[in-house]
């Protein structure tokens, strides 16, 4: 990511083949590496979703839907208010900038916590990392994702903190843009999560 | 297993920065009229390869990641303590990382050979786009065919058919490619140098394994051969034939553009013939061992089955391969001292690395080239007569290259003509933080790794924020 915030830093300063900004096309092919770390966990997952321990529950019997649609809800209002803060900096409006970029990581912060919140819930019921492979297939996706969310958050921060000190220019609105393009993609892949993994039934 | 896991984890983050950046590179800064069909068959092999890395990776690091939780956090995905795990999701998810990384090791020696063969020939790469589009059919086909390599588990008829038959099939581009550089030499008027000789080898030796490769396709076959010495036979003939035979040409080829000085050419041929011998009375003979029922990754076996006489014979090929490579090393450590200089453009080759000095300058080229047509650099230098005959291109004539310099002046003088590269030492100090995050997990200095990871954060953060402290 730094890579791409650096290049994306300094103006296009030469002709580029395809005419896009280098770092446009690095997180693009850096999003595409990402899609297949998911997938992999993904299938994990798939196959390990039936494979319990005695004892202990499978996923469907402790998943809390209502309460992770909502969770789901807030994750998805957040890739609205990061296009809302994309196109306050491409008006020039810094102020709004900030503003929605904090709301973007306010949501993204809810959406970590209500994570928090159901693990523990989670733990609680017997159902954990180590209880069975369905276990630990199911938290270790999840937890990858919640880390990627983490991640984004801590992006958009450096942004509002960029932004505070003036360094967030209006030349530089790509700097939005590809951490945008990042948050989206994290959104993506746990709307596949969300439907694959919570509300396709098991069996 | 743990400092196994972590350490190829990192190691394949380093590889996906990488294909990013090599992969952005190639596509979006090439030289003005460098179309992608205009590109030298290396850059495109090696474009190929990181689209396999930036996806073929993650699958990888995933089951890495898997494993190391199974260690260290007492998770179940191989472990069967709680619940019933299923180990063969370790050889799918290797397996679909391992088949692409073949091609990733091999398409890279096949740009090289595709580039020695036509200077050494000289004649332009026979059918080119076929070339380019077989490597792009092996690096999407290289998706398909993973579970080859696990024939002999028990993944059923249905499974184990429509690998059998994709596997076979991989085998029509490479095919195409084989008989595209034979095509290549035909009629050639062919050089016997050094990089020449390795390039002939790699087809020969690549050619063997490709076709014992096939034989494995055949499932019934295959069970037979599965993890006996004709499998260490198979892969040594395509990644020692084919890959390193490859590598050295490539070596050969480019070490006068790297250093400026020209690896003796008679040592080198010493090389290369001790090498192939050495390498074919290796690895011949455990084809022969391997349908003797002999089982690889093993350093023993009983007397009296039969294997005694082929082993030695290995044994001796495998030293005179070290020999080979002694008789290489010589040769580096005499060309440092007294080796010839090279000049810009030793071969007579047809591509533009050859119109800078060698080694090149840090900016690689003073203007920019602009480019007109495949082997710019041999168009420039020549042109055909009524009868096709190659004529060289007088010097100082208005040819395709006086249009470039102008071209590549006028763009210079507008103040973007040279990209020099920035340099910075950040990313060597986000790099450092690595080795203490691994150590640290290895070794269960949660507070080693934390200072790894602050390391690694506060490196990427003043790499960037660099260029905002420099304006």
Redesign the interface.
């Known amino acids: 990511m730094a890579t791409v915030e650096h290049a994306s830093a300094k103006p296009a300063a030469h002709q580029t083949s395809t005419g896009l900004d280098n770092a446009k096309i690095a997180m693009w092919a850096f999003l595409g590496s990402e899609c297949l770390l998911f997938g992999a966990m993904i299938s994990t997952y798939l196959l390990y979703r039936n494979h319990g321990a005695t004892g202990t529950p499978l996923p469907h019997e402790v998943y809390d839907i209502p309460f992770t649609s909502v969770s789901s809800f807030v994750l998805l209002m957040s890739s609205l208010t990061m296009v809302l803060a994309l196109a306050s900096i491409q008006r020039g409006d810094h102020h709004g900038t900030r503003v929605w970029l904090i709301a973007t990581a306010l949501l993204g912060m809810t959406f970590v916590s209500g994570q928090v919140y159901e693990f523990t819930i989670f733990v609680r019921e017997g159902f954990t990392v180590r209880s069975s492979p369905a276990g630990s297939a199911f938290f270790v996706l999840t937890s990858f994702h919640g880390a990627h969310v983490t991640v984004g958050i801590l992006m958009l921060l450096s942004l509002v903190s960029m932004s505070l000190r003036g360094r967030l220019p209006t030349e530089r609105a790509t700097a939005v843009e590809y951490v945008g393009l990042y948050w989206h993609f994290v959104d993506v892949v746990w709307i596949v999560i969300f439907t694959i993994v919570y509300l396709v039934p098991a069996k | 297993m743990t400092f196994y896991a972590l350490g190829l984890i990192i190691l394949g983050l380093s590889s ?2 990488a ?3 090599f ?2 590179t190639i ?4 030289a ?1 009229g ?1 179309s992608l069909m205009r590109m030298p068959v290396f850059v495109w092999m090696t474009l190929v390869v ?1 689209f396999l890395l ?6 990888i ?3 890495l ?2 494993l190391f ?2 260690r260290t ?5 191989f472990s069967s ?6 180990p063969v ?1 370790w050889q799918h ?1 290797f397996w ?1 990382f391992g088949h692409p990384e073949v091609y990733i090791l091999i398409l890279p020696a096949m740009g090289i050979v595709s580039e020695v063969l036509p200077v050494f020939a000289r004649k332009p790469l026979f059918g080119y786009p076929v070339v380019v589009f077989s490597g792009i059919a092996i690096g999407f086909m290289g998706w398909g065919v993973w579970a080859h390599h696990m024939f002999a588990v028990g993944l059923g008829p249905v499974a184990n058919t429509a690998f059998a038959l994709s596997t076979m099939f991989i085998a029509v581009p490479t095919g195409v490619k084989i008989f595209n550089w034979m095509a290549t030499l035909w009629g050639g008027s062919i050089r016997l140098k050094a990089p020449m000789l390795f390039s002939l080898g790699f087809i020969a030796m690549f050619t063997i394994g490709g076709l014992s490769g096939v034989t494995h396709a055949i499932v019934p076959s295959d069970y037979q051969q599965t993890d006996t010495y004709y499998i260490v036979a198979h892969f040594h003939y395509v990644l020692f034939g084919g890959a390193v035979f490859g590598l050295f040409s490539g070596i050969y080829y480019w070490w006068p553009k790297i250093t400026g000085k020209l690896l003796n050419d008679t040592i080198g041929k010493l090389h290369f013939w001790l090498m192939i011998i050495g390498f074919n009375l290796t690895f011949a003979p455990m084809h022969i061992l391997g349908l003797q029922g002999m089982v690889r990754r093993t350093y023993r076996y009983p007397k009296g089955y039969g294997f005694d006489f082929w082993n030695m014979i290995s044994t001796i090929g495998g030293f005179t391969i070290a020999l080979s490579l002694l008789v290489f090393f010589y040769n580096v450590y005499k060309t440092r001292k007294e080796g010839q200089v090279a000049g810009n453009d030793p071969w007579d080759a047809r591509t533009l690395e050859w119109t800078t000095t060698s080694p090149p300058p840090e900016y690689n080229f003073e203007e920019i080239p602009v480019v007109h047509a495949l082997d710019d650099f041999w168009h420039r230098k020549y042109v055909e007569d009524k009868e096709g005959r190659l004529v060289p291109v007088p010097s100082g004539a208005q040819d395709p290259g006086g249009d470039q310099a102008a071209h590549a002046t006028e763009a210079h003088s507008e103040g ?1 003509g040279i ?1 020099m590269p920035s340099q910075s030492y950040m990313p060597l100090l ?1 790099a450092l933080g690595m080795p203490l995050i691994g150590w640290g997990l290895t070794f269960h200095q949660w507070w080693l790794a934390i200072v790894g990871g602050l390391v690694v954060l506060s490196g ?2 003043a ?6 402290t420099e304006e």
């Open positions: 996906t920065v294909a990013v950046n992969l952005t596509i979006n800064l090439r003005p460098m990181q930036i996806f073929a990776l993650p699958v690091t995933v089951a990641f898997q939780f199974d956090l007492g998770t179940n995905f303590a709680n619940g019933t795990s299923d999701l998810l679909l973007h990209h986000a990427l953060y790499w960037a924020l660099e260029p905002a």
